[in-house]
């Protein structure tokens, strides 16, 4: 229901971004101030929130960067961390996730975005928005901070799914490789397949096939393969797209996650030591405050679901306001991009490609 604001659609050059306005650690204060943020650096974006209507009203009314560029759809019902992924997909309909998922569905918002429950959240996007045709696996793509010169690398799987296998592997290769062109504007990326070595010899017989089948689909996906690449390359320039299963993934990325903030704490452990440390702290301002930029989790905050008929960008459960903000700007530029669509046409060409011979350019129709 409108909130007496213009509607979401109006305007053919806005970009809609529909939003799970209930979920999250921190409620919706955090995410309408989180979409006040963007929404004050873009003017082409609107929103359709998903809620509380009575709360949420209350809250976009306080923020005037929000004024005319805001729905309002009552959801009554919340899926709270806790909830089983199984009961939230038969008993999903009426919540704030099921809802704003719906809006993409429906063709009324480009992206969706939620902080809620990942695994729910996993599972209604499938059983509403349904695989793309040719992907037996969707994936959670993250933005890992790096030396390369955009600053980060693309890493998928990070935790759709703990299984899969040297197909499913190549698929995560052609869905990283088109996110990597639409959302850090590489031309050509270079991908890398994640092993326990460099060497050939290294790894599973299953990682030598999914290494095979990488390497086939690169002229078709667009893409460089470099082969396997090790956990200290994660960071690093060699590479950018990052291909692994799950499992492998959600550990990594967690670790990064707890790594970056145990340095942050040891770093103002080490400046409050003494007054002299103090001092240094205050000459040295400016470049902590850069590190801290650098190494800030909150900055990457949005894992992409990549596979599905339509784009889902899941942020952090526990995103504050800047947090929420980083995922709306990742929702916006994927949808600008036509990344979708774009990526749609790479899987299809890329599975032609499998079954005939190329005639002609990628065959796709792309234009990324």
């Known amino acids: 229901m409108p909130n007496g604001t213009n509607s979401a659609k109006a305007g053919t050059e806005s970009i809609v971004i ?87 569905r429906a063709g009324e918002a480009t992206v969706a975005v939620s902080c809620g429950n990942t695994g729910a959240l996993m599972a209604l996007s499938m059983i509403r928005l349904r695989k793309i045709p040719g992907i037996n696996r969707p994936a959670i793509a993250c933005l890992w901070p790096s030396r390369n010169p955009g600053g980060f690398n693309v890493m998928l799987d990070v935790g759709a799914d703990v299984k899969a296998d040297a197909e499913d592997l190549r698929q995560y290769a052609l869905m990283g490789a088109s996110y990597a062109r639409n959302g850090l504007n590489l031309a050509r990326p270079r991908v890398g397949l994640l092993n326990v070595g460099t060497e050939e010899h290294k790894g599973r017989a299953e990682m030598k ?18 082969g396997f690449v090790e956990g200290s390359d994660l960071p690093s320039a060699r590479v950018d797209v990052i291909v692994t299963d799950g499992f492998t993934g959600n550990i990594a990325l967690k670790t990064g996650e707890g790594t970056a903030k145990l340095i942050g704490d040891f770093l103002k452990e080490a400046f409050a030591a003494t007054p002299l440390s103090r001092i240094a702290a205050l000459l040295a301002l400016t470049s902590l405050r850069r590190l801290q ?20 960008v899941k942020s952090h459960g526990g995103a504050d306001a800047t947090g929420i903000s980083a995922a709306v700007k990742l929702a916006f530029q994927l949808a600008k991009s036509g990344f979708h669509q774009r990526l749609a046409a790479r899987v299809a060409s890329a599975g032609t490609a499998r079954q005939d011979a190329p005639v002609g350019g990628d065959g796709s129709g792309e234009t990324e």
Request: proline share 4%; charged share 25%.
């Open 18 to 104: 529909s939003v799970d306005a209930m979920g999250g650690d921190r409620g919706p204060a955090a995410v309408v101030a989180g979409i006040e943020q963007s929404a004050a650096k873009n003017p082409e974006i609107r929103f359709v929130l998903h809620g509380d209507e009575k709360l949420l009203r209350r809250l976009v009314r306080r923020r005037k960067a929000l004024a005319g560029r805001c729905d309002i759809r009552h959801a009554p019902r919340v899926v709270t961390m806790g909830d089983k992924p199984s009961q939230v997909m038969r008993h999903g309909e009426g919540t704030s996730m099921w809802s704003a998922i719906e809006s993409v």
């Open 209 to 226: 096939l999914a290494s095979d089948l990488i390497a086939d689909a690169a002229d078709a996906g667009m893409f460089d393969y470099v």
């Open 293 to 312: 930029k650098r190494i800030d989790p909150r900055r990457v905050n949005g894992g992409v679901f990549l596979g599905l008929n339509g784009t889902v």
